[in-house]
Structures are given as C-alpha cells and as structure tokens.
C-alpha cells in the first residue's frame, strides 16, 4: 500500500473514533482489514451461483489459478497473509462457503458437506474455473477431496492443510470436548471465544486490540447458526477415506504437529490410501498453519508447486 493510502486509511479510523466506542471498534477491524487485503493485492467480490451469493477475495495474476478454501466457521480472510507469501504470477481465490463469511447463510437450509461442495462446484464454474490448483484448511480439505474425487479433470494439485474428514487413530482434544456435550468451535462468549483461539493455535499470533473483541463478538453473533451447521454436517457425516484413493492429481498433505483439532495421527490415514502423498508435518504448530506459520506454510507450497509443474504438463 501506497503511503498516502495508509494517511488515509490512518485519518478514517481517527474519525471513526468520534462514533463511539463500539461503532469506532468495528470501523477500526474494517479499516485493519481493508489493509491487510491491500498488501496483499487482494480485492474483494461477489458472484451468483446455485441460487446463492458468494463473497471471495481475488488477487488477479498471469498465470495458474489457486483456490484457497477455509474451515468451519472461519471465512476467506483466513488466508490472507498466506497469499501475500504466493509468488505474484499466480491469479489467488479465496472464497466465502456457503454459510460461511459474508456468503448466504440460510437457517432453513440443511448445511451437509453435499450442499457445501455443490455450492462450490457452482461457485467454481461461474469463475469459469477449468484448470487450477486447489487448496483446503480443516473442512475445506474435507470440500476438497470430494470436489478432487469427482472433478478430477479440473483439479491440478491439492493441497490438504490439517483436513477434515477421516477418523483418526488417537482421538483429538476437540473430539474429547464433543464427547463431553463441549463445542469449543462454536463459541458463544468471548471467554468461548479465547478458548477457540486456544484449539486453533498451538503459539497464538498477536492479535491487536480491538480485532479480538470484534472477532470474538461475530462468532458470538453467529452461534445459533453455527451450532445448526454444526448439526447438520455431522448429522450427515461420512468418512472420506473412500474417496482417497480418487485422487489421482499431485497432493500435499500439511499438518501441525500440535493441532487440537483433527489429531495428527491422520495423517498415516492419508498415507495408507494416497501412495503418492508427499506429507510436511510442521513442528510446534496447531490446526492454522496458513494463520501460525504464513511464510513457512506458503514457502513449503510453492515448492511443491513449483516441483510438480517442473517438466510436467499441469498448466495445459
């Protein structure tokens, strides 16, 4: 961002201050957001598809595409400084799912990861999407192997980060909490809401005032919604170890070693049903790698990228 763009974006949160302090709160999360896009040359859109409305962020580039797909109950903005770390010829997506972020959410739609993936395959053919590289965090991995399974032809590479999906061998903190009648992942306080910080990060990033409490105070807000898409997911859940072996395009496989979440003792699921998985387990890093470790996440991405395009006919 230009320096006269962050004067400017410095004066409109003065004013916002005059508001009040709630009203100033959320104005300052707009403006730290709006900045955040910017350096990452990241605008932000709409588009029909389905019967829905879908809100996605897209840096434009020259060459191959990459879709960036988040997990339950987070939204694009996940991957924002992810995608600042993507060398700058790639075109990047990162899209809201249906129920998610600023995309249509309906309470008297059944959310079942069908209807999610439907979504999305819609969403992706709007986009004119034919060819392009796909990458999913926790549930979106989970939309990413079955669209992968069932789209094939249209998918170049996928990348799974800490996916959801597959049951795994040691149960995980949050499956623990479930068991006990707990949902750390649909907070209703924000004390919830530091508790979910909590599962999510195993070294928490810096998160300034006042993004946390405006943060905190959206998932609080969504609760009741995000507890019926909660339900409905699970209430049509299916394992996807399946569809694995369908997955015949080049596939990472990222995972924290302290992810809360999804254990990773998944990953030997993975690799008993892709022989040709390539795996990075990330030491001392929860379920977030995109959020805990951008540079580190996106470096190891782009290599493998760049080692399956290598004399390969992926860009055709």
Known sequence: MSRRGFLAAAVLCAVCLLCGCSSFQKSLFECSMSIERRLSKLQPKTLQAGGLTFSYLERTGTGETIVLLHGFGADKDNWVRFV???????????????????STRDAQTTYTIEF???????????LGLERFH????????????????????????LCLIDPAGAASPVPSDLQLAVERGENPLVPKSRDDFDILLSYGFHNRPFIPWPIADVLADRYVERSAFN???????????????????????????????????LHVSSVSVYR?????????????????????????????????????????????
Request: glycine share 10%; aromatic share 8%.
């Open 227 to 261: 507890e019926k898409m909660w339900t409905d997911i699970h209430r049509h859940w299916e394992d996807i170890s399946r569809y694995l072996g369908a997955l015949d395009m080049p596939v990472l496989l990222v995972w924290g070693d302290r992810d809360r979440i």
């Open 272 to 316: 008993r049903h892709i022989p040709h998985l390539e795996t990075v387990i990330l030491e001392e890093c929860g379920h977030l790698p995109m959020l805990e470790l951008p540079k580190v996440t996106a470096h190891r991405y782009v290599s493998f990228l760049k080692d399956k395009s290598d004399g390969t006919e992926l860009g055709r």
């Open 134 to 157: 796909l990458a999913g965090n926790s549930m979106g991995g989970y939309v990413g192997v079955l669209y992968s399974a069932h789209n094939p032809g249209k998918v170049l590479t």
């Open 84 to 102: 600042r770390r993507l060398p700058g010829e790639y075109r990047v997506i990162a899209i809201d799912l249906p129920g998610h972020g600023s």
């Open 116 to 126: 999610i993936v439907q979504g999305f395959a819609a969403a992706a053919e709007e």
